[in-house]
């Protein structure tokens, strides 16, 4: 079967294809209009999944949406309608959006792409959890999915068995763990679908003091199930998504980019800690009902590393599955995976070992894109010496930007659109967040460290190759790789496989065999508020805007310097 899974209205919107169960393609719409968290219905994610096939789009046997859309607006109008007179203005700006695009799927999808074929349509939560049990490799497992909301769901609990998946207990909204990150995130003056990530790190630097004033915003049972008191929120009745009751409580909210307090360290902690004590007592009461050793899970709220390898370190669980697009984009895979098993009667599932579904461009590509740009570079014809060179570069403190193979899914740099560092220096996490991502100065990065040595560094408890855990760094390891180990003692690790990730893994090998490190410092390969690169323009732009020091382009090193005119000059 072939069958297109998309996501898109709401943020993070893409394009999956699977064929006869295996992914061919898949990748978010923002690396191809470069709108970062972009809802644009995909239309360059679907043209690029078609031409990596070579389908005509009706060639497919299906498409498939990841929520039901009536479903959604049947909990919207309620929601407005309870909340009435107060909701008024929040639903005049939402009720034109749907009722011109957001009811009329098909008809949008048949409209934008042409496709006569077949559409369905997949429960929110029963497609994060298809893209994280499908996947998996387990033959059973426990499933959590945890986000925002879907149509009524924020949280649901259930069971993965060879190709069933049955979610048995659900929480519904407004009672939302992601809906609660996602108010203080805006509190604490970050942007909402994008800066929880940065609260995550944010708490690090705090204490959980308001750990007791939380106790009446939410309350939580011992089965990990909750409730928030909605006096401290708006989110259901209004634009802006904390009440006055919480300012009272908590104190105005920051303006972005304003000064950070010592509140905002301790309110992020006190969140992060509530989160980790919710997942941690759901997780553990589901292994009670499951008996399953696995855990599957999915949704926006997955995309906590350091939530994630806690519920590993304080329940009975022994390995763990998150694919790396934990977010809606991987709705579009996860909605794929649950027609196919569906309709088909394919019985096989293999893990997914990595996450290298995007675009790829050959070295003549590359060669003639920087030759018509006018770029001087020097081409290797054999691999393992521009690994060496550039291992050489990066243990003596130069940045690297790295473009090499298919671009991943999901949130996540894995090695093929990285910026590369050295992770011995303590002098490069301070350097990188300043010079090259002019981003925030307590953000952390992480180590793609080899994948049998990882115990010899960390604390953890599997592997983590789409680095979506964050382990304890040895105590005996944190001053020597100072730039990856955060304030906290964690590091949001990757570990890479020489099968899955040889290019990767054999520059990592030369950069161990200089330094007797077997890692580097891996981020994203992009600057603040701009997705991650896609194309040899995107990198060479970035790499330009930024000062990287050297541009790997597949077989190419190229390296830049300002002249006289303040204007970047490109030499070999």
Same mark, same amino acid.
């Given at each position: 079967?072939? *069958?297109?899974?998309?996501?898109?209205?709401?943020?993070?919107?893409?394009?999956?294809?699977?064929?006869?169960?295996?992914?061919?393609?898949?990748?978010?719409?923002?690396?191809?209009?470069?709108?970062?968290?972009?809802?644009? #219905?995909?239309?360059?994610?679907?043209?690029?999944?078609?031409?990596?096939? &070579?389908?005509?789009?009706? $060639?497919?046997? @299906?498409?498939?949406?990841? $929520?039901?859309?009536? %479903?959604?607006?049947?909990?919207? *109008?309620?929601?407005?309608?309870?909340?009435?007179? +107060?909701?008024?203005?929040?639903?005049?700006?939402? %009720?034109?959006?749907?009722?011109?695009?957001?009811?009329?799927?098909?008809?949008? *999808?048949?409209?934008? %792409?042409? #496709?006569?074929?077949?559409i369905y349509f997949v429960d929110h939560h029963y497609a994060h959890a298809a893209s994280a049990f499908y996947p998996s490799g387990f033959e059973n497992s426990a499933i959590l999915t945890t986000d925002g909301t879907g149509e009524w769901t924020v949280i649901a609990c259930g069971v993965g068995q060879n190709r069933n998946i049955n979610l048995h207990k659900e929480m519904r909204f407004p009672h939302s763990i992601g809906l609660l990150y996602s108010a203080v995130t805006a509190h604490l003056g970050f942007q909402v679908n994008g800066g929880e990530g940065k609260v995550m790190a944010l708490a690090a630097y705090g204490a959980p003091s308001y750990y007791a004033d939380f106790k009446k915003v939410i309350k939580m049972k011992d089965d990990g199930s909750f409730l928030l008191n909605m006096d401290y929120f708006s989110f259901h009745s209004d634009l802006v998504m904390t009440s006055k009751e919480f300012v009272k409580t908590f104190g105005k909210p920051r303006q972005q980019e304003g000064l950070l307090t010592q509140r905002d360290y301790d309110l992020a902690a006190t969140l992060q800690? @509530?989160?980790?004590?919710?997942?941690?007592?759901?997780?553990?009461?589901?292994?009670?009902?499951?008996?399953?050793?696995?855990?599957?899970?999915? &949704?926006g709220v997955a995309l906590n590393c350091v939530a994630n390898h806690k519920i590993l370190e304080n329940t009975d669980f022994k390995d763990i599955f998150i694919q790396p697009a934990a977010g809606d984009d991987g709705g579009s895979l996860g909605s794929a995976f649950y027609i196919h098993m569906a309709l088909s009667d394919q019985k096989n599932r293999v893990r997914m070992n990595n996450a290298f579904f995007g675009p790829s461009f050959s070295s003549e590509e590359i060669e003639i894109f920087l030759n018509e740009h006018q770029v001087n570079y020097?081409? #290797?014809?054999?691999?393992?010496?521009?690994?060496?060179?550039?291992?050489?570069?990066?243990?003596?403190?130069?940045?690297?930007?790295?473009?090499?193979?298919?671009?991943?899914?999901? /949130? +996540?740099?894995?090695?093929?659109?990285? *910026?590369?560092?050295?992770?011995?220096? /303590?002098?490069?996490?301070?350097?990188?967040?300043?010079?090259?991502?002019?981003?925030?100065?307590?953000?952390?990065?992480?180590?793609?460290?080899? @994948?049998?040595?990882?115990?010899?560094? #960390?604390?953890?408890?599997?592997?983590?190759?789409?680095?979506?855990?964050?382990?304890?760094?040895?105590?005996?390891?944190?001053?020597?790789?100072?730039?990856?180990?955060?304030?906290?003692?964690?590091? +949001?690790i990757q570990t890479v496989k020489k099968e899955y990730s040889p290019d990767f893994y054999g520059l990592i090998e030369e950069f161990r065999k200089i330094s007797g490190v077997p890692m580097v410092l891996n981020t994203s390969f992009n600057d603040k508020a701009e997705p991650i690169v896609c194309s040899p323009f995107d990198a060479y732009l970035c790499f330009m805007n930024t000062d990287m020091d050297y541009l790997v382009l597949g077989d190419f090193l190229i390296r830049h310097r300002a002249n006289k005119g303040g204007a970047i000059e490109i030499t070999g």
């Open positions: 079967m072939r *069958i297109l899974g998309l996501s898109y209205m709401y943020h993070d919107s893409a394009a999956c294809l699977l064929i006869d169960g295996e992914i061919i393609a898949a990748s978010a719409e923002e690396r191809f209009n470069r709108k970062k968290h972009s809802l644009d #219905f995909p239309h360059h994610a679907v043209t690029f999944c078609l031409e990596r096939s &070579g389908l005509d789009i009706n $060639e497919l046997d @299906c498409i498939v949406f990841y $929520e039901k859309p009536f %479903l959604k607006f049947e909990r919207i *109008i309620k929601t407005y309608i309870s909340t009435f007179p +107060r909701s008024f203005k929040s639903f005049k700006n939402f %009720l034109p959006l749907w009722l011109k695009y957001k009811l009329f799927i098909p008809q949008k *999808i048949r409209e934008e %792409l042409g #496709f006569r074929g077949k800690k @509530c989160t980790e004590d919710i997942l941690i007592s759901i997780a553990r009461n589901l292994y009670k009902e499951t008996g399953s050793k696995n855990l599957c899970l999915a &949704g020097k081409k #290797f014809e054999n691999r393992n010496e521009l690994h060496k060179i550039v291992a050489q570069k990066i243990y003596n403190n130069k940045i690297i930007g790295y473009f090499q193979g298919s671009m991943e899914f999901g /949130p +996540r740099s894995l090695g093929a659109r990285s *910026i590369l560092a050295n992770p011995i220096n /303590p002098e490069t996490k301070d350097v990188l967040n300043k010079r090259v991502k002019h981003r925030e100065w307590f953000r952390p990065f992480a180590p793609a460290v080899l @994948c049998e040595y990882k115990n010899d560094y #960390f604390e953890i408890l599997c592997d983590s190759p789409f680095m979506l855990l964050a382990a304890k760094v040895k105590d005996e390891k944190k001053q020597l790789i100072p730039s990856v180990t955060h304030v906290d003692g964690r590091a +949001r």
